[in-house]
């Protein structure tokens, strides 16, 4: 059960975490409305994610992933907030590489430790750290 629940917790903070970081790379603040506009996002994405998971299973949710996540994303930027579709691409693809030392680290974990649940824990960790640095310490650089 706690596998469980660590599971779909580090899938949701790595969906939140590529979009934040997507629009941030973007340029784009988070005010009030555009808040509201990105967890909208962030939740259209999870329940496509979750009807899939639960409909095709957790391998089609791997390979429908850059249609159920990324296109709506681009979507989003190219149309509401007007970007241009060559920063959002970039955008998008650095915050996917950004999300690879997380799945570095988590899977050299899994060959050293045996408890998923730990392993579990420091991945969600890991995302949350790569999410400060990345839009604490790159993202202004990277939207100039």
């Known amino acids: ?20 970081l ?10 009030k409305k ?12 999870g329940v496509l994610q979750l009807i899939i998971f639960n409909t095709l299973g957790e391998q089609a949710v791997w390979e429908l992933y850059p249609l159920i996540t990324h296109l709506p994303l681009l979507l989003l930027l190219c149309f509401a907030f007007r970007k241009r579709a060559a920063t959002v691409m970039a955008s998008i693809s650095l915050a996917y590489l950004c999300c690879q030392p997380c799945k570095w680290i988590g899977l050299l974990l899994e060959e050293f430790i045996q408890s998923n ?15 400060f ?7 202004t650089y990277i939207s100039e």
């Open 34 to 45: 555009n808040t509201c506009i990105f967890l909208s996002l962030f939740a259209l994405c």
């Open 22 to 31: 997507s629009v941030t790379f973007c340029g784009l603040r988070f005010t």
């Open 133 to 139: 640095i990345a839009i604490r310490f790159l993202a």
């Open 1 to 20: 059960m706690t596998d469980t629940i660590l599971f779909f917790a580090h899938h949701s903070l790595t969906l939140l975490f590529g979009i934040a």
């Open 117 to 131: 649940t730990v392993v579990g824990i420091i991945r969600i960790l890991v995302v949350l750290l790569v999410a």
